[in-house]
């Protein structure tokens, strides 16, 4: 069973304030504000190179800004679920050795975790055999081990079909609202995601917008980075989803959410 943390929303777990990153004089980040509280779900999205796992690396404290702050809240645990894994096809390995290698105090069974997750019949198969849903699942395990506080994903969908996708984003709801942590994912776009998220950053190397789901999705910086297409997909998409009759007259540009493109 997952373990829930006290709630305290008032104060925010993460904090980055006009975090800038350069690179061999290339500007990867640029002026990028965000704040994390307990208990919510936000989502980075942003086209190829945006800077999303940039953002992610430099939240996480593995690469340091060039200005601006990260700001982490005192005794809290990260979890990273990262993009990629490179898994070495001559070291066979099974999903049990691979969380016993991870060394985290633990708790809780690898049966049990394996269980939170649903992919507890694969705890003796090798690593290497795992489909991509599967596979996301274990590192997702992985990460759950250390009680996370903040939970950390780098495209958590990324190489699974669509019914895997939904099935993974409400794994990551749930996961949320049993263990009460805050989670901080990115993702290529909103369709799938946006039921799942609470608030969007729109990222092409600063933040474009942000906001809800439906107020990012209205947004003329979103259309900008996306295409008219995508806006006017997610907006049909939320209709179906929550059955409001008002997206087709509602386009105003982000009425109450966080506006941050003047160009
Ligand atoms: N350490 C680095 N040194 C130089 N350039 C880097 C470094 N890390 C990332 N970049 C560059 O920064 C840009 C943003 O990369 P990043 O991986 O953050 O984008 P992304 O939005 O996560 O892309 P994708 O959706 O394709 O995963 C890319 O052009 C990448 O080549």
Do not use: W
Request: glycine residues 6%.
């Amino acid at each position: 069973m997952l373990t829930s943390k006290k709630q305290d929303t008032s104060q925010p777990l993460l904090t980055l304030t006009s975090v800038n990153l350069t690179i061999s004089e290339r500007s990867l980040l640029e002026s990028v504000d965000l704040e994390l509280h307990r208990g919510e779900i936000v989502t980075v999205v942003g086209p190829n190179g945006a800077g999303k796992t940039t953002l992610l690396r430099v939240a996480l404290g593995l690469q340091k800004p060039t200005s601006g702050s990260v700001t982490v809240a005192s005794n809290i645990t990260i979890g990273y679920v990262p993009q990629k894994l490179h898994i070495d096809p001559t070291f066979p390995i099974t999903v049990r050795r691979f969380l016993a290698l991870a060394k985290a105090h633990n708790k809780h069974s690898f049966e049990s975790l394996l269980k939170d997750v649903g992919a507890e019949h694969v705890i003796d198969s090798p690593l290497q055999n795992l489909s991509g849903g599967e596979l996301q699942r274990v590192l997702m395990a992985r990460a759950l081990m250390r009680d996370p506080d903040i939970l950390v994903l780098d495209e958590p969908v990324q190489g699974v079909d669509v019914h895997g996708q939904v099935e993974l984003y409400d794994l990551i709801s749930r996961v949320r609202t049993e263990r009460g942590c805050a989670i901080l994912m990115v993702s290529h776009d909103l369709h799938l995601v946006m039921a799942s998220t609470d608030r969007v950053f729109c990222l092409n190397k600063h933040i474009c917008c942000s906001g809800t789901p439906e107020v990012v999705v209205n947004d003329p910086a979103y259309t900008a980075l996306f295409g008219p297409y995508a806006a006017r997909h997610l907006a049909i998409y939320v209709h179906d989803k929550e059955h409001q009759h008002d997206h087709d007259h509602n386009h105003e540009c982000c009425g109450d959410g966080e506006h941050n493109h003047n160009g």
